[in-house]
Each structure stands twice: as structure tokens, then as C-alpha cells.
Antibody, heavy 127, light 108 residues
């Protein structure tokens, strides 16, 4: 059964770069072309926010509100994918989650869901 | 797409049935998925592609859709169902995932 373990720095100063990595254990990292992996965050007092996704070949999609600062990368040799968010501010303080995505089309409708999640990493941005 | 709208709070009496709704344009072309999140825990998937339950999710959870609205129904709500619930769907026009603002469910 696939498990996700995530790690990275939990305390940053404003203007620094957030860097988190998610390791995939217990399953095939590249099960099929429908295997995607994403990052999601939840800021204090707010709801879930999708940051972006990456597929096994490195194709990415990002949240338009974060696109200018986000990079998601993948390393299939180590079964890991990573998140970098530049120029962080206090507004980036949140719990960050990595997750496995299942997506595709069925009867002309798109489906997209996250069925396996990491435990979350708390990132605090403070001077 | 302008986003997904959920009622911020919903309450239900113990053992009763509650429906949580999610409304948005993206739901006209994309199936909703639903997530339960309890304090200090990662979200878990409870419903995907309208009305499919992952292994381990009890059948008290069900989903439905009509037009631009998706619904999550919890039948026989228990104290342990008290949590935040989020809907999500893919926005094909913008190529990104939308989350609803979340619904805090209180079981009375």
C-alpha cells in the first residue's frame, strides 16, 4: 500500500524559499500515465488550497495564484517529488500536504481526487 | 471558473441525516470529490467521482450531483463524523483544482 512521507524546513524567514520533499513508499511511483502527485496547503483559519501537481514525466499544473513562485519537480529514480515556493511571506504559513492524484475522464466528465495523503508539514514564516 | 461554494457551518442531531452541498460552474463538467479533515490530521477522501467510496469508508457516506451542485450525505451521523468537509473539482478552463471553502459539521 502506497504511503507518502514528507519532510522539509519548518521555519522560514520572509523572502526565503520553502522547500519540501515527498517520498513515495510501498508502491509503484509510475503506475501509469494517470499517476499524478500534488501539493496542498491549509493556512491557519482557512481552507484547503491546491498548490499544483506533477505527473510521472514532469508535466505540471499550478494554482494561478501561486504560479509565479511555485516549482514542483519529480525524481523517479528516488520515488520523490518536491515543492519549492520562493519569496515566502507570513501568508504562506500553513500545513503543507503531499498527495497522490487520480484523474481522468468518464463520460465526458473529468474526475480528480487525492486518495493518499502525507501527514503534513507545518511551515511557519516569521522574522 | 469562479470557485466552489459551501455553507461554512452545518449541524446535525446525533443519528440523523445531513447533506452538505457544493456549488460551482466547474461541477457542470467535472465530478466532485469530498474530503473529511479532523483537527490535527490530514484530510481523507470519503467520496470521489460523484458517489464512489474508497475502501474503508463506511456506506453512511454517499454523494450525488445535479447540474452545478454536488452533495455529500451522511446518514446516521455519529460524534466521530464531526469534522471539516471539503469538496473539490477540476477546473478545465483554468487547468487547476478548485476546493470549496469547507463546511464545519457539528454533531449535536
Amino acid at each position: 500500500q502506497v504511503q507518502l512521507q514528507q519532510w522539509g524546513a519548518g521555519l522560514l524567514k520572509p523572502s526565503e524559499t520553502l522547500s519540501l520533499t515527498c517520498g513515495v513508499f510501498g508502491g509503484s511511483f509510475t503506475i501509469s500515465s494517470s499517476s499524478y502527485w500534488c501539493w496542498i496547503r491549509r493556512a491557519p483559519g482557512k481552507g484547503l488550497e491546491w498548490i499544483g501537481e506533477i505527473n510521472y514525466s514532469g508535466g505540471t499544473n499550478y494554482n494561478p495564484s501561486l504560479r509565479s513562485r511555485v516549482t514542483i519537480s519529480i525524481d523517479t529514480s528516488t520515488n520523490q517529488f518536491s515543492l519549492k515556493l520562493t519569496s515566502v511571506t507570513a501568508a504562506d504559513t500553513a500545513v503543507y500536504y503531499c498527495a497522490r492524484v487520480r484523474r481522468g475522464y468518464n463520460l465526458s466528465y473529468s474526475y480528480y481526487y487525492m486518495d493518499v495523503w502525507g501527514k503534513g508539514t507545518t511551515v511557519t514564516v516569521s522574522s | 471558473s469562479s470557485g466552489l461554494t459551501q455553507d461554512p457551518t452545518v449541524s446535525v442531531a446525533l443519528g440523523q441525516t445531513v447533506r452538505i452541498t457544493c456549488q460551482g460552474d466547474s461541477l457542470r463538467s467535472g465530478y466532485a470529490s469530498w474530503y473529511q479533515q479532523k483537527p490535527g490530521q490530514a484530510p481523507i477522501l470519503v467520496i470521489y467521482a460523484v458517489n464512489n467510496r474508497p475502501a474503508g469508508i463506511p456506506d453512511q457516506f454517499s454523494g450525488s450531483r445535479s447540474g452545478d451542485t454536488a452533495s455529500l450525505t451522511i446518514t446516521g451521523a455519529q460524534a466521530e463524523d464531526e469534522a471539516d468537509y471539503y469538496c473539490a473539482s477540476w477546473d478545465s478552463s483554468g487547468n487547476h483544482l478548485l476546493f470549496g471553502g469547507g463546511t464545519k459539521l457539528t454533531v449535536l
